[in-house]
């Protein structure tokens, strides 16, 4: 019976140490692999858009996982009021520039973005915008240019970009030129898997790029289904399968469009749209500790609020407050100067605590993957 007991004892304490130690390994190697980064832009997001997927969400925003919240200030260096161009190529190369800019300083000398910066790390890129594929936010990601209307010498740059994974609109920018290039056929050309039906399966020994749409793809409230969420999902399992570092760069365009058109059911359903995506990533960041999560926006639209609900009697013209409902106003069809929110979750998220720049954001993405091999 002794002999038993010790033996019991015996079995027990090599079951602790070999869960200890497989524990540590893991751990171990959790801090061995590079950090993924996920950053995702709801393009004139503010706190007021943010606040309608709590007034008008039929379940808990996704947005409420969060823990790690900062402000950040957003004006370029040629206007206090930013645009998309500007507020991207600050996101992309920690540098503040002039408005209508793409990854280029405020003296038009190109950048290095931090998609370019990764990729020479042997970083996987990827990029999902509900416009076009060569509109301002995800153009600063890969390419360098004057002016953000000159999308199609921007599509050019995108052939030689080495994105590894790209899902979006803007077509004609690719195979109805006016120097009647074919750019699908070259992008084909350079080991890309190509789709303009459909998100179809990826390819994983090839890189993958799907532009449905000759421009953007339609607003919620036109019709567009799951295209974010599919397209987030598929180029997550592409970059896991794949099994090294990524940085994967995700808009929510139209949130900015509801502002421009003063569209308060076009915002509310952009904004519920980007929370259920951001539902998505934030399931993979949870399981894969591996991985930082930024979301922010460049800019707010619309000067947005959120106000008092009133009925309007039909007989006596009276208003009254319904004190159960509210309404989105907007002050005017531009772009505000507000403060933006940053969410940050996973490892670095701390980073993103307090007041600074937008092109701060560039810099502690970068701070958080060097502190993470350190």
């Known amino acids: ?220 409230t036109k019709g567009r289904a799951n295209f974010l969420q599919d397209a987030t999902k598929l180029g997550l399992e592409y970059f896991t399968k794949k099994g090294k570092p990524f940085f994967f760069m995700i808009e929510g365009s139209y949130i900015d469009w509801g502002g421009h058109a003063m569209d308060a059911e076009m915002l509310i359903q952009e904004v519920a749209d980007f929370d259920k995506t951001l539902g998505v990533v934030l399931a993979y960041v949870k399981q894969h500790p591996n991985t930082l999560l930024v979301v922010t926006a460049d800019h707010e639209t619309g000067g947005a609020s959120i106000g008092k609900f009133y009925e309007v009697d039909e007989v006596t013209g009276k208003k009254k407050e319904n004190p159960e409902k509210v309404k989105v106003y907007f002050n005017y069809d531009q772009h505000s100067g507000d403060l933006i929110p940053v969410f940050a979750k996973g490892s670095g998220e701390n980073e993103f605590k307090g007041i600074y720049e937008n092109n701060d954001i560039y810099h502690k993405m970068m701070k958080a993957i060097q502190s993470h091999k350190n």
């Open 1 to 220: 019976m002794v002999q038993l007991f010790k033996k019991a004892i015996f079995l027990y304490i090599a079951w602790v140490f070999i869960g200890c130690s497989s524990k540590k390994v893991a751990v171990e190697k959790q801090i061995e692999e590079p950090l993924s980064i996920i950053f995702m832009i709801g393009d004139g997001m503010g706190l007021p858009q943010i606040s309608t997927a709590f007034y008008f969400g039929e379940t808990t925003p996704n947005f409420k996982q969060f823990e790690t919240i900062g402000l950040m200030k957003t004006s370029s260096t040629s206007h206090t009021i930013t645009d998309s161009a500007a507020g991207a190529t600050a996101f992309s190369t920690g540098q503040k520039t002039y408005k209508r800019a793409i990854g280029v300083s405020k003296d038009s000398i190109s950048q290095p973005t931090i998609l370019e910066n990764l990729q020479e790390k042997g970083y996987q890129t990827g990029l999902i915008s509900l416009t076009s594929i060569t509109h301002a936010t995800p153009a600063a990601f890969y390419a360098h240019a004057v002016d953000r209307d000159l999308q199609d010498d921007i599509a050019g740059q995108l052939v030689d970009a080495n994105v590894d994974f790209f899902a979006g609109g803007g077509l004609k920018h690719f195979v109805h030129r006016k120097d009647k290039k074919d750019l699908y056929k070259e992008l084909e050309s350079k080991n890309y898997k190509l789709d303009s039906v459909q998100l179809s399966n990826f390819d994983l020994n090839k890189k993958n790029g799907y532009l449905l749409s000759e421009e953007g793809l339609p607003s919620k």
